[in-house]
């Protein structure tokens, strides 16, 4: 098994920026993909970004390009996720989560391992 433990969270007024980690340990030979997602209340889990480990490929939901920039350290089984000039339409619990990405990088059907979440919250 994977597990996987978010920290970043937090509360930041809009225009500001958090940075959230995510560390693996376990099996961590066990999956290829990382990605990080987001639920707010009300509504139903949506992918924000996502990395393969080998070569670096990346994707972004539409709603988060160009202000959010996830990256990978391989050698420490973390993953991170840059989120600058939030807004409070990102205020969210966000999960990261582990998988083999084989119906797609955006679809949790790829992942099989996830953490617990960390809530971020931005205010207008």
């Known amino acids: 098994q994977v597990q996987l433990v978010e920290s970043g969270g937090g509360l930041v007024q809009a225009g500001g920026s958090l940075r959230l980690s995510c560390a693996a340990s376990g099996r961590t030979f066990a999956y290829n993909t990382m990605g990080w997602f987001r639920q707010a209340p009300g509504k139903e889990r949506e992918i924000v970004a996502a990395?393969?480990?080998?070569?670096?490929?990346?994707f972004y939901a539409d709603s988060v390009k160009g202000r959010f920039t996830i990256s990978a350290d391989n050698a420490k089984n973390t993953v991170y996720l840059q989120m600058n000039s939030l807004k409070p339409e990102d205020t969210a619990v966000y999960y990261c989560?582990?998988?083999?990405?084989?119906?797609?990088?955006?679809?949790?059907?790829?992942?099989?391992?996830w953490g617990q979440g960390t809530q971020v919250t931005v205010s207008s």
């Open positions: 989560a582990a998988g083999w990405g084989a119906q797609g990088m955006s679809s949790t059907s790829s992942y099989y391992a």
């Open positions: 990395i393969r480990r080998s070569g670096g490929v990346t």
